[in-house]
């Protein structure tokens, strides 16, 4: 069974900051891809990344960076030079090639960034 | 382009009231999931279709959840009856493809509140 874990339930730091949110994916399939979603305090869900199984490459958009480690099965997501634009709640999530595109989504960090 | 539009926006209903959620997915889409969200148990998925058909319902909850997709640019998900526990935010998503590799694009969601 697939299962997505953020340990991390709240974290806060203060602007400029770097921060990192944990992911802990585990699944039985070879093929497979993770996700990282945003959600902002109006409530809707936005698309930051996907990334397959095959691809362990860390990947740096603008101040947004991935760490993906197939090894300890984790795919971290650590913003440089927070901003309070920041603040939300990220979900990590998986879904597998047998699972077509079911989502499985983490609990969720709760991002906040003081001004 | 417009997203994913879902009305109504917010819903307060009575215990034991009919309810509709609607959906419009991004034109084009052949895929359309419905989520839901509460803080204990996190984003869940209740259902989703490929090329209007219901692929897995295995995620709605009882027989009192219906989910439907007369044509490709609509869907809807009816609870009847409605109880407090069904309290939520509901999210349709649509993606261009079944295939897991594809974002899903969500809407801004429908906050239910069952008195």
């Known amino acids: 069974a697939q299962k997505v874990t953020q340990a991390q339930t709240e974290i806060s730091v203060v602007e400029k900051e770097d921060v990192t949110l944990d992911c802990v994916y585990e699944?039985?399939?070879?093929?497979?891809?993770l996700f990282w979603y945003k959600q902002p305090p109006s409530g809707e869900l936005v698309f930051l990344i996907r990334?397959?199984?095959?691809?362990?490459q860390n990947e740096i958009s603008g101040r947004y960076s991935w760490n993906f480690q197939k090894s300890t099965s984790s795919f971290n997501f650590t913003i440089t030079a927070s901003q309070v634009v920041d603040s939300a709640v990220y979900f990590c999530?998986?879904?597998?090639?047998?699972?077509?595109?079911?989502?499985?989504f983490g609990e969720g960090t709760q991002l906040t960034v003081n001004p | 382009d417009a997203g994913v539009i879902q009305s109504p926006r917010h819903e307060v209903t009575e215990m034991g009231q009919e309810v509709t959620l609607r959906c419009k997915p991004i034109?084009?889409?052949?895929?359309l999931f419905w989520y839901r969200q509460t803080m204990m148990r996190g984003l869940e998925l209740l259902i989703y279709?490929?090329?209007?058909?219901?692929?897995?319902d295995s995620g709605m909850p009882e027989d009192r959840f219906s989910a439907k997709m007369p044509n490709a640019s609509f869907s809807t998900l009816k609870i009847q009856p409605s109880e407090p526990r069904d309290s939520a935010v509901y999210f349709c998503?649509?993606?261009?493809?079944?295939?897991?590799?594809?974002?899903?694009?969500f809407g801004e969601g429908s906050r239910l509140t069952v008195l």
């Open positions: 699944t039985r399939d070879t093929t497979y891809y």
């Open positions: 990334r397959n199984s095959f691809d362990e």
């Open positions: 034109s084009g889409h052949n895929s």
């Open positions: 279709f490929n090329n209007n058909v219901p692929i897995d």
């Open positions: 999530a998986l879904s597998e090639e047998t699972s077509g595109s079911r989502l499985t």
């Open positions: 998503a649509s993606s261009l493809r079944i295939s897991n590799t594809g974002e899903l694009f």
